[in-house]
């Protein structure tokens, strides 16, 4: 089994990680989700198409992009700043 490693945009509260979850989980070979809310990095298990992932956020409003693995583990850039409380789900 493999893993994708997403770097997603908009997440910004507990409700995001969830809505990300619920999309994704419904894509076909995904067999598990794990979200990383400080880091904006969802980490997909299972034999899943990584366009068929990034469409899901893509429709869930959470524009992604697959992130380079193993790049910056612990550096996190600081979220705070950009949009205050711009959070898309309510
Ligand atoms: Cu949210």
């Given at each position: ?49 990584s ?14 992009q ?11 850039t ?13």
């Open positions: 089994m493999k893993t994708v490693e997403l770097q997603v945009q908009g997440m910004s509260c507990g409700s995001c990680v969830k809505h990300v979850t619920e999309a994704l989980r419904p894509v076909e070979g995904v067999s598990d989700v794990a979200v990383d809310l400080q880091a904006g990095r969802v980490t997909v298990s299972g034999d899943s198409d366009n068929a992932l990034l469409a899901a956020l893509q429709d869930a409003g959470y524009p992604a697959l992130a380079t693995v193993d790049s910056v583990p612990g550096t996190k600081s979220g705070s700043g950009g949009n205050g409380g711009g959070c898309c789900c309510k």
